[in-house]
């Protein structure tokens, strides 16, 4: 049969009244600058420098990043700023800040010093609307090895340090700002306000995109958009699934099926316990057993890229033959979040494929059927704002991400059903022990919240199963059995992380615990790696 794919999105984002657009010239810290920004309860978006959309009537400001990049190499990032310089509120931020030098008349030079980490900015124009309210000296970070010698006609500096006399720099007659310090990174400790003050004070965003009012927006939008088709969503037990789900439902009611399956590789009762919360929010769900189809097609596979690769094709198969069964369906909708479809603006080309996290990519080219993507344009800390909006109970809500392949990536080889049995045991001790452990500690998922228990504080925690068996001694009697690592760590995205560190009182009790209690296992230990050069996963 030919299968063909109508590729249609949903447009939230024009609806917006009031934006403000970021872009990108490949900074690490980019993503931060959006997040800054959507904190304020302002809507932005960003895009690669070399991929301008065109600037609509909603567009309050623009700030362009940092990046790697030198603006004095022959092919250093450039766009053309005609239609945006001295028309709306700009903000350069370190490459943003020398390229509007470098291009309006100052220079930049290498500074000779590198100028990387913690600086104090003296405020020199307190009178300027970026320096309203900000401390006369306050801490700034700084990372560039070039410099602002000459600022660009008509500019006025309104920040120094003691090594970069053009910190901070205004364009008399417009409204045009820049700062080569980074406001978006945790220690410039009052960038949060220079960025309210370009966006709310500058721009004069109101800063009324809240959860509620994106729900409102988007609900209004699906109706529009899906009018009386069906919907059929895939449910995985993550969050985003869930939220993009719950938002549906809320718009299009019985229009959306969904479907979760069982792949036979989830924690322990996690299929039974979550398919029974689906039910309770009034879903239209339907749960389809299928872990012996995984298994077998996970026989025989030891290698990492193979069990995703089998994993992926048995879901695909599954999911396509249950979505047969809803007839009249036109949508497929997914939860996709804002990280996935920023386009990453790289200036030093492709980076090497570590792993194919989408294991499912293949799928909307085999299913004939449009997309629909309403978190499309959300970050993960507001997909957990938005679904506490809607209702949904903050144990589903505020889950740890997990991988698709599920524990068939953290069981190191081939996968078995007895091997998962051991895995599920040890995994359940693991995380119904940070659950129940009290802390006070900022929530790893949602900085804006506080977390009490050790689950909440901790951003993705989970078990491996090693494919080592050691001696050990229980009772008078030898043993010969397996080792589990515990792995947990603290991250915004994924992209990068840290182990957290576990209370010894907390790894005691559950080294015990897991040594005592699971048949199979007599050693325990606790993974100290960062991301990188490790990462989260072990396979
Ligand atoms: P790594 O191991 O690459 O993981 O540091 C980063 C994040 O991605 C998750 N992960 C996956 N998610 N399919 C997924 O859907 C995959 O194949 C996969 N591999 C890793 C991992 O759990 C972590 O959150």
Not at 398 to 418: D, K, M, Q
Request: net charge neutral; glycine share 10%.
């Amino acid at each position: 049969m030919h299968f063909f794919y109508t590729f249609v999105r949903l447009h939230f984002q024009s609806i917006m009244t009031e934006k403000i657009l970021i872009l990108d010239f490949g900074s690490q810290v980019t993503q931060l600058i959006g997040r800054r920004v959507r904190e304020l309860n302002v809507y932005c978006e960003i895009h690669p420098f070399n991929k301008m959309p065109q600037i609509g009537p909603d567009v309050r400001g623009v700030i362009l990043s940092g990046s790697p990049a030198s603006v004095r190499d022959a092919n250093a990032p450039r766009l053309d700023l005609s239609g945006i310089k001295g028309r709306l509120p700009l903000l350069g931020i370190c490459y943003g800040a020398q390229y509007l030098a470098h291009t309006y008349g100052g220079s930049v030079e290498n500074s000779g010093s590198r100028e990387y980490g913690r600086a104090m900015l003296r405020v020199v124009d307190s009178a300027s609307p970026l320096m309203a309210g900000i401390s006369a000296e306050t801490q700034v970070w700084m990372s560039h090895g070039d410099t602002i010698t000459r600022l660009p006609e008509g500019a006025e500096v309104i920040g120094s340090t003691e090594d970069v006399a053009n910190a901070a720099y205004h364009i008399r007659g417009e409204d045009t700002y820049a700062v080569q310090f980074h406001p978006e990174v945790f220690h410039t400790k009052e960038g949060p306000r220079m960025l309210e003050n370009f966006v709310k004070g500058i721009c004069g965003c109101k800063g009324d995109w809240t959860a509620e009012s994106f729900i409102d927006t988007t609900v209004a939008a699906l109706r529009r958009q899906i009018g009386s088709d069906h919907v059929i969503l895939g449910l995985s037990g993550g969050v985003d699934s869930t939220v993009a789900a719950v938002l549906l439902n809320k718009a299009i009611g019985s229009q959306l099926h969904c479907i979760f399956v069982d792949n036979g590789l989830l924690r322990k009762n996690e299929f039974s316990d979550v398919l029974e919360s689906y039910k309770d929010m009034g879903l239209n769900v339907t749960g389809v057993d299928a872990g012996e189809k995984f298994l077998a097609a996970l026989a025989g596979k030891s290698e990492p890229e193979a069990k995703r690769k089998a994993i992926g094709g048995a879901f695909i198969e599954v999911f396509d033959a249950e979505a047969q069964k809803v007839t009249g369906a036109r949508w497929l909708a997914q939860g996709t979040i804002y990280p996935d479809v920023i386009e990453s603006c790289s200036v030093n080309g492709p980076s090497a494929k570590i792993k194919s996290h989408h294991n499912v990519g293949g799928l909307p080219e085999k299913m004939n059927l449009k997309i629909v993507e309403p978190l499309r344009s959300l970050f993960k800390d507001e997909v957990r704002r938005v679904g506490r909006a809607l209702g949904i109970k903050d144990e589903l809500v505020g889950r740890h991400p997990f991988p698709g392949p599920s524990l068939g990536i953290r069981i190191l080889g081939e996968v078995t059903a007895e091997k998962l049995e051991i895995l599920r045991n040890a995994d359940d001790i693991f995380i119904r022990g940070l659950r129940a452990y009290k802390c006070d500690l900022p929530c790893a998922s949602e900085p804006l919240r506080r977390a009490t228990n050790l689950y909440d504080a901790i951003w993705q925690a989970g078990v491996m199963l090693l494919p080592v068996r050691s001696v050990g001694v229980m009772g008078d009697e030898r043993t010969y059995e397996y080792t589990v690592a515990l792995r947990a760590v603290v991250s915004t995205d994924g992209m990068t992380a840290d182990w957290f560190p576990l209370p010894y009182d907390f790894m005691a009790k559950v080294s015990n615990d897991i040594i005592n209690k699971v048949r199979g296992v007599n050693r325990v230990c606790y993974d100290i790696s960062s991301k990188p050069p490790a990462t989260i996963e072990w396979e």
